[in-house]
T-cell receptor
Framework: DSGVTQTPKHLITATGQRVTLRCSPRSGDLSVYWYQQSLDQGLQFLIQYYNGEERAKGNILERFSAQQFPDLHSELNLSSLELGDSALYFC?????????????FGPGTRLTVT | QQPVQSPQAVILREGEDAVINCSSS?????VHWYRQKHGEAPIFLMI?????EQKGHDKISASFNEKKQQSSLYLTASQLSYSGTYFCGTEKGSGAGSYQLTFGKGTKLSVIP
């Protein structure tokens, strides 16, 4: 158990819908990272937040957005869902704010778009 | 640009050694190694910063050749628990907020008795 929690574990929704994935970092960690893992694209970094502020951006689509709240939990919002958005979404946390340090991954949310 | 990992897959018997390579076409700031077992989250192994350092813990070590933009992960005397997919992630960055961590497609390692 990494100490990072993600909800829900599974999500099945239809194309065109909007969903919100939630992540709570390990106690004491200020950075939260979001990743998308699919069979054809592998593990892709989406975005990083540190203490409520966006710190780094990866291959995140405009239909996707994220935020980190004062209690440090983070949410990833995915809208206008397409079949290709079906993937495993991981959240990770670390103590560091600048760049990437040792990250602890949550169990992931498996999103299926039908 | 996604780093290239080789081999794509390897099968070892317990006790054998393996090397997994990770190459990038871009200058790197750091290389990160993670292991992921099927259906589980990736687990951090180590980070190597530019400067050509070598790191290790237990029987897993890694090197980072900054000039060649290449890192290698060494697994010695493999154990069944080493099975999984190994990912390298490469980071290039300059200045706050410009960091990108790009993962390779992974190397599937299977250790058999």
């Amino acid at each position: 158990d990494s100490g990072v929690t993600q909800t829900p574990k599974h999500l099945i929704t239809a194309t065109g819908q909007r969903v919100t994935l939630r992540c709570s970092p390990r106690s004491g960690d200020l950075s939260v990272y979001w990743y998308q893992q699919s069979l054809d694209q592998g593990l892709q970094f989406l975005i990083q937040y540190y203490n409520g502020e966006e710190r780094a951006k990866g291959n995140i689509l405009e239909r996707f957005s994220a935020q980190q709240f004062p209690d440090l939990h983070s949410e990833l919002n995915l809208s206008s869902l397409e079949l290709g958005d079906s993937a495993l979404y991981f959240c990770a946390s670390s103590v560091a704010g600048q760049g990437f340090s040792e990250q602890y991954f949550g169990p992931g949310t498996r999103l299926t778009v039908t | 640009q996604q780093p290239v990992q080789s081999p794509q897959a390897v099968i070892l018997r317990e006790g054998e050694d393996a090397v997994i390579n990770c190459s990038s076409s871009k200058a790197l700031y750091s290389v990160h190694w993670y292991r992921q077992k099927h259906g589980e989250a990736p687990i951090f192994l180590m980070i190597l910063l530019k400067g050509g350092e070598q790191k290790g813990h237990d029987k897993i070590s890694a090197s980072f050749n900054e000039k060649k933009q290449q890192s290698s992960l060494y697994l010695t005397a493999s154990q069944l628990s080493y099975s999984g997919t190994y990912f390298c992630g490469t980071e290039k960055g300059s200045g706050a907020g410009s960091y990108q961590l790009t993962f390779g497609k992974g190397t599937k390692l299977s250790v058999i008795p």
